[in-house]
């Protein structure tokens, strides 16, 4: 089933606008995930707290445009320390909401978890932010990554419950294959 | 200060379970056993119905669902062919306990995506979404899927402005292929 371009069709059954018309383009916002397109590897360094004592994570990823050019469809392999999930998988799609004036990223993994961040950028800095349920408890997510040349950015995770005072989660760094 | 202790204190402590609970290996449950009544390759073919402003169309999907590792999600990719227009998508269908639904996110290259929220009853699988129209209009829409085997399913496609009064927009079968 393909819920979502089943009622465009409907809608464009009932419009006189028609296909040709309506033939959406990508736009420069959407152009600007170009730069999160190819393999990248993902170092970082998970900090001692609550939930263990810390560790390595490790991660490589692709991406790359769906047909159209309006999402970035991402795969990747990680791992990191056992306390908090240990080796994994996951896919992601990052996009731009029009409506919304942000980005959107929807990521699902082997560990049954799934996150929906939605994004902004401020020159070289991207921001997303998420919250996830744990045990029933909503625990707010910020990922701020910093462009340092084409081919390379730092990142930082962060965590919170009130959105005021943030815990360093993860911090590393991601090189372009 | 007080007040700033007790918060990091709580946050600890839920930080805490999240680990314990991630320690826990999660393992998929009956709920997601169920969706691998989609998994593998499929043959849709819908019947857009006519309207005021249109004669009506015909759609035809070729669809691949396959497990995530870990048996969490579905991820479906799909190619689609009408005379509005052809295109792909890709589709990750899941459970959420906290929701107590199924969930269905979509993209295509349309630049489109959606999120639906599903539930089964026997052999029936019912999605719902609200999806912005032009002018910010909210319509509503319902995929409705009857399995008549294992290998096929007939489905609807309605919508709604109100919730209450829905227009059937289009109908098909599904068939599994070999």
């Known amino acids: 089933m393909n819920i979502r371009a089943t009622l465009i069709c409907t809608l464009l059954l009932f419009t006189a606008s028609g296909w040709a018309q309506m033939a959406p383009k990508p736009g420069p916002e959407v152009k600007k995930l170009d730069y999160f397109v190819g393999s990248w590897s993902i170092e970082g360094t998970v900090a001692q707290g609550p939930w263990g004592a810390g560790g390595k994570f490790t991660s490589t990823a692709t991406s790359e445009w769906m047909p159209g050019s309006f999402f970035l469809e991402g795969r990747a392999d990680f791992k990191m320390p056992p306390e908090i999930g240990g080796e994994g998988k996951a896919t992601s799609i990052m996009g731009y909401d029009a409506d919304e004036n942000v980005y959107t990223r929807d990521e699902f993994n082997s560990l049954g978890r799934r996150n929906a961040s939605k994004g902004t950028v401020s020159g070289d800095t991207w921001t997303w932010t998420s919250s996830q349920s744990y045990g029933g408890q909503e625990i707010k997510q910020k990922m701020t990554i910093k462009v340092l040349t084409p081919a390379s950015y730092s990142m930082k995770f962060e965590l919170s419950m009130d959105g005021t005072t943030w815990m360093m989660f993860m911090d590393g760094k991601a090189t372009k294959k | ?178």
């Not at chain 2, 709920?31 to 593998?40: Q, R």
């Not at chain 2, 005379?83 to 199924?102: E, L």
């Not at chain 2, 699988?125 to 399913?153: P, Q």
């Open chain 2, 1 to 178: 200060m007080m007040k700033t202790l007790a918060t990091i204190s709580a946050a600890w402590f839920v930080l805490a379970m999240a680990g314990l609970a991630y320690a826990q290996m999660p393992k998929p449950g009956p709920e997601h056993e169920k969706l691998d009544v989609f998994a593998g390759t499929w043959t849709l073919q819908g019947d857009l119905k006519p309207g005021p402003m249109g004669s009506g169309a015909t759609v035809t999907e070729n669809e691949k669902c396959e497990w995530m590792e870990g048996r969490f999600f579905l991820i479906c990719h799909t190619d689609f062919k009408s005379s509005m227009g052809n295109g792909v998508g890709t589709s990750v269908m899941g459970y959420s306990a906290d929701d107590k639904s199924y969930t269905y996110r979509e993209f295509n290259s349309w630049g489109e995506f959606t999120d639906s929220k599903g539930s089964v009853d026997g052999d029936t699988w019912t999605w719902v979404n609200d999806e912005k129209a032009d002018g910010g209009k909210i319509i509503k829409g319902r995929f409705t899927m009857k399995f008549t085997s294992s290998t096929s399913y007939t489905f609807m496609y309605e919508t709604s402005t109100d919730g209450t009064k829905w227009t059937l927009a289009m109908d098909g079968k599904a068939t599994k292929g070999k």
